[in-house]
């Protein structure tokens, strides 16, 4: 008591405060050492000390240094500082503050402080798959939030979600309808369940950050206030606990990562219930399916083999109280013991503004990160999976040049595929399972397998028990690119597999057919097959382009070199095949758009130079295209410089930034179809430079259905004026008037080349078509049809009309021929046997899309469209 009234009485003896302290050093130990971390705290809180004076305090070895310590910086910050510094030791020892400290307490609180700085500097760094020597990447600096979901959602989301691609598959990561998100700090709360979950499961596929999660959750309980409820948090990897084959204890198996904490371990698993254990990466445990539930252990000392001390962990017979959470890939998920989890969690990855977000630190600037993502959220394909934190990396490191596997510097989408197929067998496969690499290069050739004839089924998700090959591909492998669904099914809950994502799917396909042999039947390349098992075209897009980018020296050669896998002898027949089918397309206009991505993955100059078809006719019709499209295009074009007959760019949302980029392009053209698509001012000025462009070689120009107002049309009749070329313009369906029709007709007296302007469907009115047919410039306009220009034109016109209906979806095919009703409509009611037999056909049409539509309101306006044209038909 007697150095406690030294202290009080420090006011009392008039002496200054700095020699108080001096005189009464040893005492003051004495009285201070039980409450020194209370003091050096609140010193920080009220800036009496520094944070690096507050530093060297708590590193001095036991409380008794930490006062003379604490003393000695005293004693340099002079008289005033030192008189604030006596009146907080008062205050403290009056218990003033409350969390004024018992010895075990102190002793306590150094631990957990102790154990912090650890697993802040263990967790500081996010560990990149393929980090550089010496490179660091701050968790701070980096991290991205994460999108987490509460438990399962239903099969038929999922079968929407692996089958949407591009942008549309990104914003499903924002369905919150269908899948209640959690944040991050709920994790362990309490959200409208009964208690408190003690067993949490976190899953997600291969590289959606479910090891980045654990550091998150690390690193802020140890430099942050988050996760206050648990004094201890710390974790164990699967990949280690690989290591122990002998029988151990828990102790044993966490002193091995966590040491520091030798003293502490008593103590954590007596108050068990603020202890926080994390157990990363259940698919990669070795003895995943030796969980063996008969027998439990109850003691952290009591010696067991590994799963079984984890098995008892989960099932909570061991340290009943703790909370657990254990990360896992999905594919696994059925060798964990479920019935004791409490709480279902998955990570989705990233949404939209994540990966805007990654893509910003990643390259530590702002501007160019979004430049970067802006041009690959453009790339349809190769956004599909920046969901995935991993595939983002990838691509991220990719095209900022520093990837680090010495692959020459990927071009297209299939080389990211592959690098991803190498990333993950390297630094994962690889890990787990030092398996040769032919067994490793089996299991994907079977892996291949099952995406191949799964393809053909049209399967994108399959039970486990149906596909025999699962059995025999080794579970890393497995894990490592499929996903697992759990649903809900009469007589319980059943497994659904299927690949991350479809795109994974389709790539593996490409994989199988370009390294096997396969049966003529089976051949998905060959017409009749593709017809025998319903595989439209479109539906075979991707597998084209990645078998053709897998065939490409470039990436055979990669694969040698990572996978030891012999050249696939598919690539002279698959090259020959490539070309003969784009000189098929170009010379009689079929859509060619897809082939254009095979050649650009083959990325060899040579191969497109051989390329000589008679004509050009380039139709890219009804696809709306995004840059890397007008990339394909353009790549083809400058090695294939010939007079492009026709370019067809109908319905494929073309605008002004896409005209620039095909400008050169444009002069080579003879006809350019843009119809069917919204065109703002500056195409249609864009259009008119063209036009009015000395070397124009333009004959034919489809504009019809593009929204044209009668300012844009009189924008293109005064380029007409300078143009030499133009024969026929086609404005069908816009919103021409009378007044501008009429300005249009006297463009005979300047142009000579221009044949017939065709301004069907647009605002003319019955009478109208009279008056200008007395006008003399009439032989161009043409607003009905008659038999002026004969059956021939009209038929070009009508098939092309009835080429587009087949194209059209339900929908679509409702607004444009409604407007083509409207066009017929203006007619003047002259008996046209031809005419008679369009409106059979368009009736034919419209009954068998009745016939297939399911969507009801959708039926009943097509319906009442054919009802329209059959009191049309009546009338004439
Ligand atoms: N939240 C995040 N913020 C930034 N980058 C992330 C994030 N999550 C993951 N990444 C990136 O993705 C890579 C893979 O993440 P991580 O290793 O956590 O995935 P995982 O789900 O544990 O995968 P696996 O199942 O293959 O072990 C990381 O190396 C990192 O580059």
Redesign the pocket.
């Known amino acids: 008591m007697g150095e406690s009234r030294n202290l009080r009485d420090w006011q009392s003896g008039g002496e200054s405060t700095l020699s108080f302290l001096q005189t009464h050093r040893v005492s003051l130990i004495n009285e201070l050492e039980d409450c020194i971390d209370s003091i050096i705290d609140r010193g920080l809180e009220e800036n009496l000390l520094s944070r690096d004076d507050h530093e060297d305090i708590a590193y001095e070895n036991g409380p008794r240094k930490k006062v003379r310590k604490l003393l000695d910086i005293i004693n340099c910050l002079g008289e005033q500082n030192a008189s604030l510094f006596c009146a907080l030791f008062i205050k403290i020892q009056n218990g003033n503050f409350r969390n004024k400290v018992t010895k075990y307490q102190s002793g306590h609180s150094e631990s957990i402080e102790k154990h912090k700085e650890v697993l802040a500097r263990r967790n500081d760094c996010?560990?990149?798959?393929n980090a550089r020597l010496g490179e660091k990447?701050y968790l701070t600096e980096?991290?991205?939030?994460?999108l987490l979901v509460k438990g399962h959602y239903s099969l038929e989301f999922k079968k929407h979600e692996l089958l949407t691609f591009g942008q549309e598959r990104i914003h499903l990561q924002n369905n919150t309808d269908v899948k209640p998100e959690v944040k991050l700090h709920q994790i362990f709360q309490k959200l409208n369940d009964r208690r408190t979950p003690k067993k949490i499961l976190v899953s997600?596929?291969?590289?959606?950050?479910?090891?980045?999660?654990v550091q998150?959750i690390l690193y802020d309980y140890a430099k942050t206030a988050a996760f206050k409820n648990f004094d201890f948090a710390l974790n164990l990897t699967f990949r280690d606990l690989n290591l122990v084959t002998k029988p151990t204890t828990l102790r044993e198996i966490i002193l091995k990562k966590h040491g520091h904490l030798s003293r502490n371990l008593d103590e954590i698993f007596t108050n068990s219930k603020s202890f926080l254990l994390i157990l990363?990466?259940f698919?990669?445990f070795k003895f995943y399916n030796q969980i063996d539930l008969e027998q439990y252990v109850f003691d952290p000392d009591e010696e067991a083999r590994v799963p079984q001390i984890i098995g008892s962990l989960l099932i909570g017979e061991l340290l009943s109280e703790a909370t657990i959470l254990l990360?896992s890939?999905p594919t696994v998920l059925n060798h964990i013991p479920t019935e004791s989890i409490e709480r279902f969690v998955v990570?989705t990855g990233f949404s939209v503004s994540e990966i805007e977000d990654?893509f910003q630190?990643f390259y530590g600037d702002k501007e160019v990160g979004t430049k970067i993502f802006l041009s690959v959220k453009e790339n349809h394909f190769l956004f599909t999976l920046c969901y995935i934190?991993?595939f983002?990396?990838i691509v991220c490191s990719v095209l900022k040049g520093h990837y680090t596997l010495n692959i020459e510097q990927p071009k297209t989408m299939t080389d990211i595929y592959c690098h991803y197929l190498i990333v993950?067998l390297k630094y994962?496969v690889y890990q787990v399972d030092c398996t040769k690499d032919e067994a490793i290069l089996k299991a994907v050739l079977s892996l291949s397998e099952l995406a191949y004839f799964s393809l053909l089924r049209h399967e994108t998700l399959f039970y486990e028990e149906d596909k025999e090959i699962i059995h025999t591909i080794p579970s890393e492998i497995i894990?490592?690119f499929l996903d697992k669904t759990c649903v809900q099914e009469l007589g319980g809950t059943e497994n659904v597999l299927s690949f991350t994502h479809f795109t994974i799917q389709e790539f593996f396909a490409a994989f199988y057919y370009a390294h096997h042999e396969v049966s003529p039947s089976d051949d998905v390349m060959d017409l009749t097959v593709q017809e025998k098992l319903d595989l439209s075209s479109g539906c075979l897009d991707l597998f084209h382009r990645f078998l053709s980018g897998l065939l490409s020296v470039r990436n055979q050669n990669i694969l040698f070199k990572y996978l030891k896998l012999e050249g696939s002898k598919k690539l002279a027949s698959y090259t020959s095949w490539l070309i003969e089918s784009l000189i098929n397309c170009c010379e009689n206009g079929s859509s060619i758009l897809n082939l254009l991505h095979c050649l650009f993955e083959q990325q060899m100059n040579s191969l497109v130079e051989t390329i000589k078809p008679a004509v050009l006719r380039i139709n890219l019709s009804d696809n709306v295209l995004s840059p890397i499209d007008f990339d394909v295009l353009t790549y083809f074009l400058d090695i294939v410089d010939m007079d492009i007959q026709e370019l067809d760019l109908t319905a494929t949302h073309v605008n002004a930034d896409y005209f620039k980029q095909i400008q050169p392009y444009l002069l080579r053209c003879e006809k350019l179809w843009i119809g069917e698509n919204n065109l703002d001012s500056e195409s249609v000025q864009f259009i008119c430079s063209v036009l009015a462009a000395p070397d124009c070689k333009l004959q034919e120009l489809g504009l019809g259905w593009t929204q044209l107002e009668d300012k844009e049309f009189l924008e293109i009749h005064k380029a007409l004026k300078f143009n030499h070329s133009l024969n026929g313009l086609w404005v069908e369906g816009n919103n021409i008037t009378y007044g501008a029709i009429e300005q249009f007709s006297d463009i005979t007296l300047t142009n000579t080349c221009l044949q017939y302007a065709v301004l069907l469907g647009n605002g003319l009115q019955a009478g109208d078509h009279t008056v200008l047919m007395e006008k003399s410039a009439k032989k161009v306009i043409v607003a009905h049809i008659d038999q002026d220009y004969g059956e021939e034109f009209w038929q070009g016109w009508w098939d092309w009309i009835f080429q587009r209906c087949k194209m059209c979806s339900d929908e679509k095919i409702v607004s444009f021929l409604t407007k083509v009703y409207r066009g017929l409509g203006l007619c003047d009611g002259k008996d046209i046997t031809w005419m008679r037999n369009w409106y059979i056909e368009i009736d034919n049409f419209l009954e068998d899309r009745v016939k297939n539509c399911c969507i009801t309101h959708i039926k009943k306006r097509i319906e009442s469209l054919q009802q329209k044209f059959r009191e049309q038909s009546a009338m004439r």
């Not at 980096?142 to 994460?146: A, E, K």
């Open positions: 996010i560990k990149y798959y990447v980096h991290f991205v939030n994460l997600g596929v291969a590289g959606i950050g479910k090891t980045v999660l998150k990363d990466g698919d990669e990360t890939r990570i990654y630190k934190p991993a983002c990396w993950l994962h894990n490592s």
